[in-house]
């Protein structure tokens, strides 16, 4: 079974600055998709960056950029010059790219991130 | 706004009672899934529809069900509740099963059982 663990229970970042969180998982695939989202505290669930696994070139989201390490099996998220709305809960997410009958996405624990003024 | 609508937005209720989480996913999506968010289960898959038919179930209990209806709204029927099912409820919807598709989630539905 996949799973996603994220190390990083809470973060804190300067306003201004650049935060790197971290994102590991683990699957015996080699086609699926990794997700953040982000859920402030409104609780709603955004999306914020998407990476397909077969594609090598990093994605990126205006301030949002990921690092994904495909053999390493490391997803992390970097935010660059962080604004205090970028305060959230943020989780790391897992799809499978087979073609079966199960969509579902796996998510991690989730990292709050808190953005000093 | 992820055009998912959910609704109530908050529900209070008491052990043993039966309450129902409402759904209705953005215009032209066919698949709907359910997820439950609580502090020691993280969030988890419960289950998916696609056009009116169930297409995977996850770690839903058997006191759960769920239905899509003709006009793709869906419902989540929680019954015989207990303390431990107080969670954040999250629909999210997609136009097919292709794995290429993102989900695109409501604001959820808070239930409180008491």
């Known amino acids: 079974a996949q799973t996603v663990t994220q190390s990083q229970p809470e973060m804190s970042v300067q306003e201004a600055e650049t935060v790197t969180l971290s994102c590991t998982y683990d699957t015996s695939e080699s086609d699926y998709y990794l997700f953040w989202y982000k859920q402030p505290p409104s609780r709603q669930m955004i999306l914020v960056i998407r990476q397909e696994a077969y594609k090598q070139q990093n994605a990126t989201e205006n301030r949002f950029s990921v690092n994904f390490q495909k053999a390493a099996k490391s997803f992390s998220l970097k935010i660059s010059d962080s604004q205090l709305g970028d305060a959230a809960m943020y989780f790391c997410?897992?799809?499978?790219?087979?073609?079966?009958?199960?969509?579902?996405?796996?998510f991690g624990k989730g990292t709050r991130l808190h953005i000093l003024p | 706004d992820s055009g998912v609508t959910q609704t109530p937005k908050h529900l209070i209720t008491a052990t043993g009672q039966r309450v129902t989480l409402r759904c209705s996913p953005r215009s032209g999506d066919l698949s709907v899934y359910w997820y439950q968010q609580s502090l020691d289960q993280g969030l988890q898959f419960l289950i998916q529809?696609?056009?009116?038919?169930?297409?995977a179930k996850g770690n839903i209990l058997e006191r759960f069900s769920a239905q899509q209806f003709p006009d793709l709204h869906s419902e989540l029927n929680l019954s015989s509740l207990e303390l431990g099912d107080s969670a954040l409820y999250f629909c999210?919807?997609?136009?097919?099963?292709?794995?290429?598709?993102?989900?695109?989630f409501g604001p959820g539905t808070r239930l409180l059982v008491l």
């Open positions: 529809y696609y056009n009116g038919e169930e297409r």
């Open positions: 997410a897992y799809r499978s790219g087979r073609m079966n009958r199960d969509d579902k996405i796996i």
């Open positions: 999210a919807s997609s136009h097919g099963t292709s794995v290429q598709e993102t989900q695109y």
